[in-house]
């Protein structure tokens, strides 16, 4: 919420200074009024980077943004003003973010702002597709359908994404695990056995010796083997949300074996999914493309969807700029050119999108079931040779002894 630095005197002509929170200048008035003081002056106060709320990502749970989303819908089908709603819905819903974010909404429409315009100054929770689908709500007096459809679009984001990360988690877990073992094996339990072997003069056996090398640099190189790997993190962090190395970033993602196809059949079921929804609420063809290339969060389909507005602006067809792309599969082309012709691009793409969130629904499926042998055979080479580098010696040790 805004912050005023205000100046202001009391019923016996003293002046009194301070900070308050408030929606504006007229709320800042009525608060100092029933404190028994008139305003004098007011400015916004700057917030630091110590005192202004940051946030990673959504500070709100899709689950609770969704189930706002179908409480507001079914209120103001009711019958329910949209004040009224989000006055019920700030004191009902359980996120403490979206509670106070929601009382300063509401605080805002009874001063007269529009929702649209109310939900636009805090971006952090309202993204701008949400803010022109309202704003198509409010021209049209369709609110509770807009909000529905809003509902729906990012319940199905969400589960697709959810599908997403299912399939990434198993072979990130394993991934972590074969890290963990690795580590301990090389740092505390190879050292162990090199000062025994050492008690020996047999000859060590080629993977013993080099199993021994990598252990003994890095145990000489642990504080060098940090730095790389922090190095090689912040590198790709840049590099991931640099532009102009993010478009290589995700063509190598989607040309990787396994994850590439999974990825980009999410990726048109999210693209799809985006413009249909806007365009189905009557948001304008030029508006929708450039709000789904901001959301599609994939710089090469974000490149083909400018070139498809860069086409639209000369009275081209929309679908002949991805038709040579090899991003966009035939069957998304065809139902856009389809829908071009017909007038039902909104429906077409609803159905593109349906279609693919149920291939990744099936392709989530089938790589788990192919993952999981791979990442469990890969673990037991991988700790699986360290450990004979250990046993192979051992029995030649035995072998001397007796």
């Known amino acids: 919420m805004p912050q005023f630095k205000y100046e202001a005197r009391d019923r016996k002509g003293k002046i009194h200074q301070g900070v308050m929170e408030a929606t504006s200048k007229q709320i800042l008035t009525q608060k100092l009024k029933e404190n028994g003081l008139r305003l004098l002056r007011a400015e916004h106060k700057t917030k630091s980077i110590w005192t202004k709320d940051i946030y990673i990502g959504n500070p709100v749970k899709p689950i609770d943004f969704i189930v706002f989303l179908r409480q507001f819908a079914t209120l103001i089908r009711s019958g329910v003003s949209i004040v009224e709603g ?41 993204s701008p597709l949400f803010i022109n689908m309202l704003l198509a709500g409010e021209a049209s007096g369709t609110m509770d359908t807009t909000l529905e459809r809003l509902a729906d679009y990012y319940d199905k984001q969400y589960r697709t994404k ?17 890290l963990l073992i ?28 080099t199993i021994i090398s990598i252990s003994d640099w890095i145990l000489t190189h642990l504080w060098l083997v940090f730095f790389i790997a922090i190095t090689i993190f912040i590198l790709l962090s840049l590099f991931f949300y640099k532009k102009t190395t993010r478009i290589y970033i995700d063509y190598v993602i989607i040309k990787m074996p396994l994850i590439g196809k999974l990825y980009q059949k999410a990726l048109i079921a999210r693209f799809s999914r985006t413009f249909a929804s806007l365009l ?76 693919y969130e149920a291939e990744v629904e099936t392709a989530t499926e089938q790589f788990k079931a192919l993952i999981e042998p791979v990442m469990i055979l890969l673990l037991a080479v991988i700790v699986g040779t360290i450990v004979l580098a250990i046993v192979v010696p051992m029995f030649t040790i035995f072998n001397t002894i007796q």
């Open 280 to 355: 189905e609420n009557s948001v304008p063809i030029l508006d929708s493309l450039v709000l789904t290339e901001r959301i599609v969060g994939n710089e090469i389909i974000s490149s083909v969807l400018r070139q498809a507005r860069a086409s639209l602006e000369t009275g081209d067809s929309l679908a002949d700029p991805m038709k040579n792309h090899w991003i966009i599969p035939p069957l998304v082309v065809q139902m856009i050119t389809i829908g071009e012709k017909t007038g039902s691009l909104d429906y077409m793409l609803h159905k593109v999108a349906d279609f």
């Open 162 to 178: 959810k599908k997403l990360q299912s399939a990434l988690t198993y072979p990130t877990v394993i991934g972590i695990i074969t």
């Open 182 to 209: 690795v580590s301990f094996l090389l740092v505390y339990v190879i050292p162990t056995f090199e000062e025994l072997f050492s008690q020996f003069d047999s000859e060590l056996p080629l993977i013993t010796k």
């Open 86 to 126: 989000t006055n019920i819905l700030s004191s009902q819903t359980e996120s403490k973010v979206l509670k106070k974010t929601l009382a300063q909404i509401e605080v805002e429409l009874r001063e007269g702002s529009s929702l649209s315009a109310a939900c636009s100054h805090h971006p952090h929770i309202f």
